[in-house]
């Protein structure tokens, strides 16, 4: 079992940036794939971006794509949203999560077994 706790977010104005960030305990992290989604409310969850265990290989929705960069390094226990050119469509709470085992990055959060508790973001026009 590995606990996240995510961290970075807050109220930016449309246009701003911010950088989450996402803790993990325990040493069953480096070898997994982790994902970053959100959820506005009144909306189901939705995926935002992931990336496998090297991190050399990301996957981003459509609609973050070229905005949002996700990142880890191998000797830190973190993985990294950074988000540029915010919209007020991007407020939400923001979650990471780890990939199940043997699972590189993927777009559905059934591919994801642990989950952090979210920070919430929100975009002002």
């Known amino acids: 079992q590995v606990q996240l706790a995510e961290s970075g977010g807050g109220l930016v104005q449309a246009g701003g940036s911010l950088r989450l960030s996402c803790a993990a305990s325990?040493?069953?992290?480096?070898?997994?794939?982790m994902g970053w989604f959100r959820q506005a409310p009144g909306k189901q969850r939705e995926f935002v971006g992931a990336i496998n265990w090297t991190g050399d290989t990301t996957l981003y929705a459509d609609s973050v794509k070229g905005r949002f960069t996700i990142s880890r390094a191998s000797s830190e226990t973190a993985v990294y949203l950074q988000m540029n050119s915010l919209k007020p469509e991007d407020t939400a709470v923001y979650y990471c999560?780890?990939?199940?085992?043997?699972?590189?990055?993927?777009?559905?959060?059934?591919?994801?077994?642990?989950w952090g508790q979210g920070t919430q973001v929100t975009v002002s026009s």
């Open positions: 325990g040493r069953t992290f480096h070898y997994y794939s």
């Open positions: 999560a780890r990939g199940r085992r043997g699972i590189g990055p993927d777009t559905f959060s059934t591919a994801y077994d642990n």
